[in-house]
């Protein structure tokens, strides 16, 4: 998708592990999402950015944390992963607040066994 | 009262057939409901969107139908074809600082050959 990356693709790692996923963006938005989509449960927000260094929970949030050094960039860190945590993780860019679209990235097919 | 409701969870529709997705919401201070569309592999992106101000929004095939007092919203698809097929999520938000998209749990679309 143009303007935003997301690394890895896939990962598949074990449980109990650090993971980290990354979200790069080219188009300077200030705002950036993080979301995981289950079969059933659509898409939830585990945690968003307003800018450098601010942050805010989502409906999700448990087990996750996240950084933002960088207008570009967007961590999320799965400080222990858990089966539960199997998904896709979808990074989502805008440039103003949500009601004028998101974009989003391809995603990154997460497998903890 | 930040849900948005979306049925069917799944649908399948013959070529050249209308397809309809129906959301509601009840929160009346969502002041914008847009569509996204998902192909397999790839993240959610903006199909067509619309305020509650008005009542028909259309583009090419793409139609959304707005009914504020009923608090409901759809998308039609006239004349589907098979690569309509996706997975398909009504969304809305409110306009204030914190201004996140609340998406529904989407429909997966079929649309037979």
């Known amino acids: 998708d143009a303007g935003i990356t997301q690394s890895p693709r896939h990962k598949v790692t074990e449980t109990g592990t650090p993971v980290t996923l990354r979200c790069h963006q080219t188009?300077?938005?200030?705002?950036m999402y993080w979301y995981r989509q289950d079969p059933g449960h659509g898409l939830r927000l585990i945690h968003y950015?307003?800018?450098?260094?601010?942050?805010d929970k989502g409906e999700v949030s448990d087990g996750y944390s996240v950084s933002r050094s960088k207008t570009e960039d967007f961590l999320l860190t799965l400080e222990s992963a858990t089966s539960s945590q199997t998904s896709v993780y979808f990074c989502?860019?805008?440039?103003?607040?949500?009601?004028?679209?998101?974009?989003f990235g391809s995603g990154t097919r997460l497998t903890v066994v | 009262q930040q849900q948005v409701k979306q049925s069917p969870q799944s649908l399948i529709v013959q070529k050249g057939g209308i397809s309809i997705i129906n959301c509601a919401y009840e929160?009346?201070?969502?002041?914008?409901f847009p569509w996204y569309q998902q192909f397999p592999g790839k993240g959610p992106a903006l199909l067509i969107a619309?305020?509650?101000?008005?009542s028909e929004k259309k583009e090419g095939r793409f139609t959304i139908s707005f009914n504020k007092s009923a608090k409901q919203f759809s998308l039609h698809i006239m004349d589907s074809q098979p690569g309509d097929s996706a997975t398909y999520f009504c969304?809305?938000?409110?306009?204030?600082?914190?201004?996140?998209?609340?998406f529904g749990k989407g429909t997966r679309l079929h649309i037979l050959p």
């Open positions: 929160n009346t201070a969502f002041d914008y």
């Open positions: 188009e300077n938005h200030r705002y």
């Open positions: 969304a809305a938000s409110i306009g204030s600082a914190d201004d996140k998209i609340i």
């Open positions: 619309i305020r509650p101000d008005v």
């Open positions: 950015s307003y800018g450098v260094k601010d942050t």
């Open positions: 989502a860019i805008s440039e103003g607040t949500g009601r004028y679209g998101y974009t």
